[in-house]
């Protein structure tokens, strides 16, 4: 029988947070394959847990980014959270998925219309009342999704 361990997934791109299970004897390998990267950054979680994310994940043309609270920068590309230090083989989570789930922010770039009112004049000349005059930009910032069972 093969021994697996679970490992909870976040996808900023869905919001979806679910359990995995990762082949104990693949060691770091499927991780690459679930986040989609060449190269892993880890994040330490917590003392019991670590993030694995994708270090060249923040490229221009982002549509969809992580904050999670106590780090620096937004996390882009998918997360794996597993349990242990990272400086020795993971184990399974010791936190629930809905404990985990407190500490990240899905977030994406959201535009929105910006419509004119009453005859404003621009440095194009006069602008009608309800035409489209531009797109503001704001940060959309969502709780991860939960889906219990999937490990």
């Known amino acids: 029988m093969v021994r697996a361990n679970t490992a ?6 869905t919001t979806i ?4 299970e990762l082949q ?9 394959a679930i ?12 003392e019991r847990h670590t993030l694995f994310v994708d270090e060249e ?8 980014f992580t904050i999670f609270e106590v780090f620096p920068q937004p996390i882009a590309g998918k997360i794996v959270l597993v349990g242990g230090d990272g400086s020795t083989p993971y184990t399974s989570p010791l936190i629930s998925l809905e404990d985990a789930a407190k500490h ?21 000349g006069i ?6 005059a531009g797109l503001q930009c704001r940060i959309e910032r969502r ?8 490990a």
């Open 57 to 64: 994940g923040l490229q221009e043309g982002l549509t969809a």
């Open 127 to 132: 602008i009608i009342a309800g035409a489209l």
């Open 24 to 32: 104990v004897d693949l060691g770091i390998r499927p991780l690459y």
């Open 8 to 13: 909870y997934v976040l996808d900023p791109e």
């Open 143 to 150: 709780a991860p999704t939960l889906v219990e069972g999937e």
């Open 17 to 20: 947070f679910k359990p995995v």
């Open 104 to 124: 990240f922010k899905c977030c994406r770039p959201v535009l929105d219309p910006v419509f004119a009112k009453a005859d404003e004049i621009s440095p194009g």
């Open 35 to 46: 986040i989609g990267c060449r190269l892993l950054e880890v994040v330490r979680f917590d």
